[in-house]
């Protein structure tokens, strides 16, 4: 029974991130005339170059991508992409007959836009869905030319956006690019979670005060890690440690009080699960 509605939740996400998707879509982007990439992209020209309906655009370019998907690359897109790929064509076209544009300012479609859509896409990945698109055009890419995955994505959205520069002017494929950064940076933040902690690595001759000091001042947890010196060929403990954002000045300065000679390397957290945090 939890097997099957994890089955349902996982679902339900996917269907729930496509619709926030198609409404970033329908609402900011596509009105807007920015062409963010991806097959959206390309619908969002055709739309306004020929009045072709996007959803339905979408549609047609996506199905012969996951036809040659499957066959070339194999199995690798599961009904969740499936899925995902028909409902965001089917809600773009549904929204369209409904939306009002929000804004006339280029601009503001371009952040809420890529807000909105990085936010839906963010919720469909991480529930392990997908909305097709130029992801499959780039492994297909990858696997018949001597690039990466990374670099055949750039090189169609690059192009898209190329497109859209030429039927819709320079300006508004500025404003695309703009769009897909923030679409970027907010999926990462769906996917990886706000950076709300800290972790810092301290190596010192003092570990064993150190780490006490963190247990009781601090009252967060150590993990000695076993680290030897390349240049010395000396054996040390590393502490790892995790702690807030709030709590790194006072780290640092404990720290300080213990080894002002300690060598201390802090870098942002996300989705810290355990004790003290976030449950699992």
């Not at 099957?4 to 996400?13: A, C, L």
């Not at 601009?107 to 896409?121: C, D, E, F, M, N």
């Not at 497109?163 to 970027?184: K, Q, W």
């Not at 005060?209 to 009781?216: A, N, R, S, W």
Request: hydrophobic share 50%; net charge neutral.
């Amino acid at each position: 029974m939890g097997k099957v509605f994890k089955i349902i939740r996982e679902y339900v996400g996917v269907l729930f991130g496509v619709a926030i998707t198609a409404f970033g879509l329908s609402w900011f982007l596509i009105p807007s005339r920015i062409a963010a990439g991806g097959v959206s992209g390309l619908a969002t020209v055709a739309y306004h170059l020929f009045d072709f309906p996007v959803g339905l655009t979408m549609l047609a370019l996506n199905i012969p991508l996951f036809i040659a998907g499957i066959t070339i690359l194999g199995a690798v897109y599961g009904a969740k992409t499936f899925i995902g790929t028909i409902t965001l064509s089917l809600l773009v076209d549904l929204f369209q007959r409904w939306a009002v544009p929000l804004t006339s300012d280029p601009l503001l479609s371009a952040i809420y836009g890529g807000v909105v859509t990085g936010i839906g896409l963010g919720i469909t990945f991480r529930f392990g869905g997908s909305t097709g698109g130029t992801d499959m055009a780039a492994q297909l890419i990858a696997k018949f030319f001597p690039t990466s995955v990374g670099r055949a994505l750039l090189l169609v959205d690059g192009f898209v956006i190329a497109l859209a520069g030429f039927a819709f002017g320079p300006e508004l494929a500025l404003y695309a690019l703009l769009a897909v950064f923030i679409t970027t940076k907010a999926i990462d933040v769906v996917q990886e979670g706000q950076s709300y902690a800290k972790a810092a690595f301290i190596i010192t001759d003092y570990s064993d005060k150190v780490g006490q000091m963190v247990l009781t001042k601090l009252e967060r947890g150590a993990t000695a890690l076993k680290g030897t010196g390349v240049y010395t060929g000396a054996d040390r403990e590393v502490l790892y440690v995790i702690v807030s954002r709030s709590e790194i000045r006072s780290l640092c300065q404990l720290v300080n009080e213990i080894d002002p000679n300690a060598f201390v390397v802090i870098s942002d957290v996300h989705e810290v699960l355990g004790e003290g945090f976030k449950r699992l």
